[in-house]
């Protein structure tokens, strides 16, 4: 499994890509030169630390914040064909883009080809803000959704405000439906269980040159999907999968049953009897800020690579 991290690359500079703050100067990473996705963060909306949580997983992290904790997206890069592209729109946006960018060779522009939501919930939509003309004031950038999710932008300010300005155009997708990115890149979203109050969600199948990876930030339970996702993983290479919640302890001891994700104890279980190789492409993200396995030292997090599973880590970048 060929996998990297960018902080081997720290110590290296990419000329053209040195962005500098206040007393500091920071060193990019090299850009890539193959088809790859980049994790650029593995949190749930709300984000780590959560705004109003008084809890020790959050204490420290108010006084002391964790620059690697953002919340759950990808990039994905085509150098060949020198397009890059985005799985949400978070409120971490700014610094996720900057990342991307950095791993684009030839690219003058910080700004993804496209961006892919799967759903109208404020960790995954809500960084659109930044291409208005409070901010980028962006030129016609891209935005693949379903279609309630686009007749949401659409008939929501501020939102609509993006369209009328022409910030953001908006592609419409169909369940199941592939686009074709670029020679490289195959793109097929499919729609999951959710909580659905203003647009449908999606998961998507992103398929490279070589490999091919799965990615559900967010689904109900395994059983209400219509697919089998034992099914599902044995087809692709990687499964990046809803990982909010570790077990029931975590919020209280609250009836499992009741809470609209698969329990990672739960999908397990159901992983149990898989071969080791198939164990292997399981990825949890998109942590809740109660999650033991944003700490990679818990014992929970011991206890998920134990069983050959893998945790997504910020940074990771993986060739497709």
Not at 100 to 123: C, M, N, Q, V, W
């Amino acid at each position: 499994m060929k996998f990297f991290n960018l902080v081997l690359f720290l110590s290296m500079l990419v000329p053209g890509k040195q962005a500098s703050g206040p007393g500091e100067s920071v060193i990019l990473p090299p850009a890539s030169t193959e088809t790859s996705l980049i994790i650029l963060g593995t949190v749930q909306d709300a984000g780590s630390p959560q705004i109003g949580c008084k809890k020790d997983c959050c204490k420290n992290l108010f006084l002391h914040p964790d620059k690697n904790r953002k919340v759950v997206s990808l990039g994905l890069i085509d150098p060949k064909n020198n397009k890059k592209f985005l799985f949400e729109a978070t409120p971490d946006m700014p610094a996720q883009l900057r990342t991307l960018y950095s791993f684009s060779p030839g690219s003058e522009k910080e700004t993804p080809d496209a961006i892919f939501l799967t759903h109208a919930h404020i960790g995954h939509y809500t960084g659109l803000m930044y291409f208005g003309k409070e901010a980028m004031n962006a030129s016609s950038i891209p935005i693949y959704a379903m279609p309630r999710m686009k007749t949401f932008l659409e008939q929501n300010g501020p939102w609509s405000q993006l369209l009328t300005n022409k910030n953001i155009l908006i592609e419409g997708m169909s369940d199941e439906k592939e686009i074709q990115l670029t020679p490289n890149l195959k793109i097929t979203p499919f729609t999951v269980p959710h909580r659905d109050e203003f647009s449908e969600t999606v998961g998507y199948r992103i398929t490279g040159p070589g490999k091919t990876a799965l990615f559900i930030p967010d689904i109900d339970k395994w059983e209400k999907w219509k697919t089998n996702i034992i099914e599902a993983i044995a087809k692709v290479d990687y499964a990046f999968i809803d990982g909010t919640f570790y077990d029931a302890a975590e919020i209280n001891n609250r009836d499992i049953s009741e809470i609209p994700h698969p329990f990672i104890i739960e999908s397990m279980k159901l992983f149990k009897d898989l071969a080791p190789a198939e164990k292997k492409k399981v990825y949890f993200i998109h942590f809740n800020h109660t999650n033991p396995l944003l700490n990679k030292k818990s014992r929970q997090a011991t206890e998920v690579m134990k069983n050959g599973f893998n945790i997504a880590a910020i940074n990771d970048i993986i060739k497709l």
